[in-house]
C-alpha cells in the first residue's frame, strides 16, 4: 500500500510540474505575443526568441519567485550580464526586464508605461530575446526579460 501511495504521489508530482511548465510556456508565449505586436506597432522587427536565452530567463524568473525577490541583481545569479557570461553565452550587449505582477498581460502593460522597460521593449538595439515566467501558488507571475545584442 505504501508503495502505492508512493507511487501515487510521485506521478501527481510530476502532473504538477508538467502542468506549471506549460501553464508558464503559455503565459511566455502570451508576453512575446504582445511584445511582438507592439514592435510591429511601431516600426520594429520583431525579436528572435532564442531557447537559451527563454531557460537562462526562466532560471532567473524562478529564482525571484523561490527567493521572494524582485530586483535586477540576484545573490545567487548576479545581474544579467554576469548569468549569461557565466554560461557562456555570447552578446555585444545585454538588457534586462523584470516584473511581479497579477498576470503576464498587466506586467507587459507595466513594461510600456515605464520609460527604461519601454525602451527595452521596443528598441532597435536588440536581435534576441528570452523570456521565463514563474508563477506563484497564488497565482502571481515573476516575469524577466532579456534582451541581446548579437
Same mark, same amino acid.
Given at each position: ?11 501527481? =508530482?510530476?502532473? %504538477?510540474?508538467?502542468?506549471? &511548465? ?11 505575443? +504582445? =511584445? ?17 536565452? %527563454? ?8 529564482? =525571484?519567485?523561490?527567493? *521572494?525577490? %524582485?530586483?535586477?541583481? !540576484?545573490?545567487?545569479?548576479? #545581474? ?7 554560461? $557562456? ?5 545585454? &538588457?534586462? #526586464? ?15 508605461? !515605464?520609460?527604461?522597460?519601454?525602451? *527595452?521593449? +521596443? !528598441? &532597435?538595439?536588440?536581435?534576441?530575446? $528570452? ?12 516575469? %524577466? ?6
Amino acid at each position: 500500500m505504501k508503495r502505492y501511495l508512493r507511487a501515487a504521489l510521485a506521478a501527481l =508530482m510530476m502532473l %504538477c510540474l508538467t502542468l506549471s &511548465g506549460a501553464l508558464a510556456q503559455g503565459e511566455r508565449d502570451q508576453l512575446y505575443r +504582445l =511584445m511582438t505586436e507592439d514592435r510591429a506597432r511601431y516600426g520594429k522587427p520583431a525579436l528572435v526568441l532564442d531557447a537559451q536565452l %527563454c531557460r537562462l530567463a526562466q532560471e532567473k524568473a524562478e529564482d =525571484m519567485r523561490d527567493h *521572494n525577490y %524582485c530586483a535586477h541583481v !540576484s545573490p545567487r545569479l548576479g #545581474n544579467a550580464r554576469q548569468l549569461l557570461t557565466d554560461r $557562456g553565452v555570447s552578446f555585444k550587449g545585454v &538588457g534586462e #526586464n523584470i516584473a511581479r505582477s497579477r498576470d503576464v498581460a498587466h506586467s507587459h502593460a507595466a513594461f510600456l508605461s !515605464s520609460w527604461g522597460h519601454r525602451i *527595452n521593449e +521596443l !528598441s &532597435g538595439s536588440w536581435t534576441h530575446v $528570452g523570456i521565463g515566467v514563474a508563477v506563484t501558488k497564488s497565482g502571481f507571475v515573476y516575469v %524577466c526579460e532579456v534582451f541581446v545584442r548579437r
